[in-house]
């Protein structure tokens, strides 16, 4: 099973499609993370990660002091690698891992990134959002043969978590 990259415009749905595909596919026990907005008064301010088992993190911010930006976002890098730290996806015995996203803020942490290589070179099926734009690693990552691209549109995202999960869960009954 090569892995999924899950693309499109910001705001098509590519974190929900991700979440559906995680809730569907919990026979084969995902572990990783999802982002969520911070909205204050309907305006957005930040992200939080939100990992499969529950636990939470805010990955970025306007109001965090930190010298990594992504916009006007301060990245809360440490807290990040903390997160990641006690995820131990490396380590993990589940086959299928679920990462929203590889994006600007995640890949301001070299052990991300690391972590990320790590995981794409194993037998494990990574399932990822990832930024339509992007340099360095992202565009590294949109180049290697064993990933798939899959492209979330507002015509096509209702019926792709039903169609991904299906592939990925026949895929896994085929290599176990």
């Known amino acids: 099973m090569s892995h999924i990259l899950i693309t499109g415009l910001p705001g098509v749905g590519k974190t929900t499609l991700i979440r559906k595909l995680a ?25 939080q990660l939100v990992t499969l088992d529950g636990r939470q993190q805010i990955l970025s911010h306007v109001d965090h002091h930190s010298s990594h930006r ?5 990245v809360d890098v440490v807290g990040f690698e903390r997160l990641l730290a006690e995820l131990n996806l490396s380590h993990l015995p589940s086959r299928v891992i679920v990462i929203d996203e590889i994006g600007k803020m995640e890949c301001l942490s070299r052990w991300f990134v690391e972590q990320m290589r790590t995981l794409l070179d194993s037998s494990r099926t990574v399932i990822a959002t990832i930024a339509l734009k992007g340099m360095g690693f992202i565009q590294q990552v949109k180049q290697r043969p064993d990933c798939r691209i899959v492209t979330v549109t507002v015509e096509n995202r209702d019926s792709l978590a039903e169609t991904l999960a299906r592939e990925i869960g026949a895929a896994m009954r085929e290599t176990q």
């Open 23 to 47: 809730q569907r596919l919990t026979d084969y026990q995902p572990i990783g993370f999802y982002t969520e907005e911070i909205r204050v008064r309907g305006i957005r301010k930040g992200f």
């Open 70 to 74: 992504v916009g006007r976002y301060r």
